[in-house]
């Protein structure tokens, strides 16, 4: 049994401590995972509102050289600093207000119309950042040396005249290894769990960043919280494997109003919770040792400790039916044992006699209690209607009713008497009196509550406590009682 308790405490010990590291761990790792993802979403809107400016940037200072004698020079030295500075920029170019490309980094699409290209477009209305694409025009300017295709971020600003008209357009590419790098750099070995993971969607959920692209998240649960904007960490299982998804939605940054892409950073929960499955293993083990050690040593301890006790169970047993002197073995073991020993040995040649006075002392009581509640009962209660007299009512109030009121809770008192009451019982007699005095009772007990208090104060004076009664209805009640 002392094996069992041992187990049972262990194992319970070992669930709870499981489950509570599990619950921080997994808090952690949350927080992890939540970090990750709105770290990568912030880097994305940040590197996208540095383009946006400094694209309006230019946008801005390039009406001050439209005089300047080499403003084509002065131009494509402008873009050079930049792609310079900034290589995640592909390609920047000036365009014309009629879609020519008019100068450009490195010279590329120089006389090409881009009138057609959706940047361009949406640039003569205002600034503007298009979602990821592939390039069409410039692939096969820049090379491509990967398996993939390049893939482009689109940036551009109208260009105004001091007339305030539209003149031309400053465009620029975006490089999608600059996203590439950012990923790779939150998902270092030494800051991250093993085979974690970070997963860029596009507005639909497919994915525009991860291991397999264009694949589509949009019925996974944590897909469609952060789709509608949420943040959070969630369980799913993806690919038939269960991982920890955190998910946050990029929101832009200052007036940059941002794609409305959604970042998923995963984990696996089997990589996730090995430490706690290594620390779960160890105590089992524990426990199973607890409870075998601790069984082996209750036993001896328990039979050292019970057998003069069992044989002095026996003997009294054997010879304590009778009240004639008994004669108990000498019992051995430890001090207590032989001290009880002796008790047993002057207690059992008592018993009989404790038994006899013992009847008699408990007869006495219970007449004696019976005595008692008889008398209470006469002092609380009138004797005429059976009702509380003065005494009872106030006791049980004190006693009863007060500890259960409410604060806000309505209680009314009835004050009662019979009207002519002398003229009756000079006219009738006392017993007629006694006899509408008994029925007056009766009326005001059967129109009462079960927690209503029904008393009779002296003479033809009554008094009803109505808990939980408002006035109105306790006027209503009395009125009752007199017809």
């Excluded at 946006?52 to 050079?80: C, F, G, M, V």
């Excluded at 950042?129 to 040396?145: M, S």
């Excluded at 990967?146 to 007339?163: H, K, N, Q, T």
């Excluded at 007060?402 to 209680?411: C, G, H, S, V």
Aim: proline fraction near 5%; aromatic fraction near 8%.
């Amino acid at each position: 049994m002392v094996a069992a308790v041992i187990f049972i405490c262990s194992f319970t010990i070992i669930g709870l401590m499981e489950w509570q590291l599990t619950e921080r761990l997994q808090a952690r790792i949350g927080d992890r995972l939540s970090g990750l993802a709105q770290d990568m979403a912030d880097r994305l809107d940040q590197g996208l509102f540095d383009a946006y400016w400094q694209i309006q940037t230019i946008s801005r200072l390039d009406p001050l050289i439209a005089n300047h004698p080499d403003q084509t020079s002065k131009r494509r030295e402008w873009l050079a600093d930049l792609q310079k500075n900034f290589p995640r920029y592909a390609w920047i170019g000036f365009a014309r207000a009629d879609g020519t490309v008019e100068v450009a980094t490195g010279g590329l699409l120089e006389g090409v119309s881009v009138a057609e290209r959706p940047w361009f477009k949406e640039a003569l209305t205002g600034p503007f950042v298009g979602d990821l694409h592939e390039a069409l025009l410039l692939e096969r300017y820049l090379g491509n040396t990967g398996s993939e295709p390049l893939r482009f971020v689109d940036v551009a600003a109208p260009i105004y005249d001091p007339a305030g008209q539209v003149i031309g357009v400053v465009g620029a590419h975006l490089y999608w290894a600059w996203a590439q790098d950012i990923r790779s750099s939150l998902l270092r070995p030494d800051q991250t769990f093993p085979e974690t993971d970070i997963l860029v969607l596009d507005k639909a959920g497919r994915t525009v960043l991860g291991p397999v692209l264009g694949r589509d998240f949009s019925t996974l649960g944590a897909v469609q919280k952060v789709l509608s904007g949420a943040t959070g960490v969630a369980p799913e299982t993806i690919d038939g494997m269960e991982k920890l998804v955190s998910f946050a939605p990029t929101r832009g940054f200052r007036d940059y109003p941002g794609l409305g892409w959604r970042i998923l950073a995963t984990t696996p929960t089997a990589v996730a919770y090995a430490p706690i499955r290594e620390v779960q293993a160890g105590l089992a083990l524990l426990g199973l040792l607890s409870g075998a050690v601790g069984a082996a040593l209750s036993y001896v301890i328990a039979r050292r400790l019970t057998l003069p006790l069992k044989h002095l169970a026996e003997d009294a047993e054997s010879s304590g039916r009778t009240l004639d002197t008994v004669f108990l073995s000498r019992s051995g073991g430890s001090r207590e044992v032989v001290r009880l020993s002796q008790a047993l040995r002057a207690l059992i040649r008592r018993i009989g006699t404790y038994e006899q006075n013992l009847a008699s002392v408990s007869a006495e009581a219970s007449a004696l209690a019976e005595d008692n509640s008889t008398l209470r009962e006469l002092a609380l209660t009138d004797p005429m209607t059976g009702l509380l007299n003065r005494r009872g009512f106030f006791e049980s109030v004190d006693h009863l009713l007060a500890p259960t009121l409410k604060p806000d809770e309505d209680i009314s008192v009835l004050v009662l008497d019979i009207d002519r009451f002398k003229t009756i019982n000079d006219t009738h007699g006392h017993a007629v009196g006694d006899t509408v005095i008994k029925g007056v009772a009766r009326l005001c007990s059967q129109q009462g509550r079960d927690s209503d208090l029904v008393a009779r104060f002296g003479g033809e004076e009554f008094v009803v406590l109505l808990p939980g009664c408002p006035g109105p209805a306790a006027v209503a009640r009395g009125d009752r009682c007199a017809a």
